[in-house]
């Protein structure tokens, strides 16, 4: 599991699609991480980590663009509405195929209706939407180590900021039960991240 750079965001405050704005990530130090800046004009692009525009279909898209992605696999994801659990979560799930452009993300509806079968996923990542802890991160065996839990941070942080119905609580490393888990969290201990909550349970 790769560590990876801890980032701050500049919000355009202009919509985007319906319910999305566009938003930049960024890894320097010229805002404290995360944050999100806004009311200033678009931060020039040197250390620009990700972010989100239409594509050619105008379906929402996320460009990744730092070093973390390098030699990642090609991904496009399907964004699962708001479940009616409770907990509400939200789920992403990432395809490695070339039914769509490196980036793409299908509204669920939009996919169910192209015919898209979540089985055929390579992973996804899951988050409770009142506190955007992170619930799970999966990824099939086969698919493993190419960076797609990366990838799959990186969309579900930026989705989360630039919904316009943000709730201002960050993507967080959610309450560790699993040794899977554990991994994950030294990595982002390792990173500097400020996004640990406390523990619950066990890690056995």
Request: net charge negative; proline share 4%.
């Amino acid at each position: 599991m790769s560590e990876f750079k801890t980032v701050w965001f500049w919000d355009s405050e202009t919509e985007l699609i319906d319910g999305f704005n566009h938003v930049m990530s960024f890894y320097d130090d010229r805002h404290s991480k995360p944050s999100v800046v806004a009311g200033i004009k678009q931060p020039e692009h040197t250390h620009c980590h990700s972010f989100n525009y239409l594509d050619s279909e105008s379906n929402l898209a996320v460009a990744l663009v730092s070093s973390d992605f390098v030699n990642a696999a090609p991904l496009w994801y399907v964004m699962a509405p708001r479940d009616t659990g409770y907990p509400p979560m939200r789920t992403v799930l990432a395809f490695c195929n070339d039914q769509f452009p490196n980036g793409t993300i299908l509204a669920y509806e939009k996919a169910v209706s192209l015919g898209v079968d979540p089985k055929d996923s390579c992973g996804f990542i899951k988050w409770f939407c009142w506190d955007n802890a992170v619930q799970q991160i999966y990824v099939s065996e086969e698919h493993r180590r190419k960076r797609i839990s990366t990838k799959l941070f990186a969309i579900a942080d930026i989705l989360i900021v630039s919904d316009k119905d943000w709730n201002g609580k960050f993507l967080n490393g959610g309450h560790v039960t699993t040794n899977d888990g554990e991994k994950l969290r030294s990595k982002w201990v390792a990173s500097g991240s400020t996004r640990i909550v406390d523990r619950i349970g066990s890690v056995e």
